[in-house]
């Protein structure tokens, strides 16, 4: 997505502050599935779409108490919560004062304007990457959908626990007895999306090929294993330098906010995916590989 498509998107949301609207149809608005909007909106801006719309929401419900007689009820429906004390706990929470205390002189409120965003080139470098091409690939993999919400959640376990889940269950060592010792890498799979989803796939496993054992992998598809294709794409393709998954969140916010800004590579829709190599360099936590093509 492209800095432009952001501030479209943050031009929509200010248009219908008032209306019954979420990250979903924001995303709509731009012709964008929920979980690639989610996920660059939050990497780009450092909040989620539907944190954005709630922050400018108790800003202007502040202003509007403090300068009209409009009622904490009145203002609690208008700016669409369901109740006088869900609004009234989530206005404490952003401004540390009460709605009622906010109608008097003096009352402490936090200000969150409209974002307007600035591309500011810095330094003289990008990052480090190389560009791949890859045919079209078959994975064996455990699936599960995760809501697209969950994207950029640094308090949400949902898919780390699914890993821990599955090497517990020993389910990912059943998948790589499948290949020859010393090409037993696991792949992170994040499924292309279409534009009303609101979940994403994602998998863990192993790539197909000559070196994985056929009739292991039959057996497996027989037993909640699944088959996940993903077509021919090229890819940008980024170390994750680090002790834990927190670098990977890094990796994705410098390829929006540094490396398609300078590069003119967007991201497409099909497959992205982390490698976990089992026998990878010092220092690496796994490789990403983003689909891309020039904007």
């Not at 999306?193 to 292991?216: P, S, V």
């Amino acid at each position: 997505m492209s800095m432009q498509l952001i501030q479209q998107a943050i031009h929509y949301m200010e248009e219908h502050i008032y209306e019954d609207i979420n990250y979903t149809a924001v995303a709509k608005s731009i012709h964008m599935s929920n979980y690639n909007f989610h996920r660059t909106f939050s990497f780009i801006v450092g909040m989620t779409a539907n944190e954005y719309i709630r922050n400018r929401r108790l800003t202007l419900a502040a202003q509007e108490l403090q300068s009209t007689d409009l009622s904490v009820i009145d203002a609690a429906f208008k700016y669409g919560y369901e109740s006088p004390e869900s609004f009234s706990k989530a206005f404490t929470r952003f401004h540390g004062s009460t709605p009622k205390q906010a109608k008097k002189l003096g009352a402490k409120l936090h200000l969150f304007n409209p974002l307007v965003i600035k591309i500011i080139t810095e330094g003289g470098s990008i990052m480090n990457y190389r560009m791949e091409h890859r045919e079209a690939q078959q994975f064996l993999a455990l699936v599960r959908a995760f809501p697209s919400e969950i994207v950029n959640d640094e308090s949400d376990r949902s898919i780390p626990d699914f890993w821990t889940e599955c090497f517990d269950k020993n389910l990912v060592e059943r998948m790589k007895r499948l290949r020859k010792e010393g090409m037993q890498d696991i792949y992170g799979l994040c499924s292309p999306t279409r534009e009303n989803e609101t979940h994403f796939d994602y998998g863990i496993g192993i790539i197909l090929d000559e070196n994985t054992d056929t009739e292991g992998a039959k057996k497996l598809l027989k037993n909640g294993y699944t088959l996940w294709n993903a077509e021919p794409a090229d890819y940008a393709v980024f170390k994750c330098i680090g002790t834990d998954s927190d670098c990977i969140g890094e990796t994705w916010t410098k390829f929006y906010k540094e490396f398609s800004p300078q590069t003119g590579y967007v991201q497409t829709d099909d497959t992205d995916y982390e490698i976990y190599f089992e026998k990878g360099e010092k220092d690496l936590f796994c490789e990403l590989w983003v689909p891309v093509k020039k904007a």
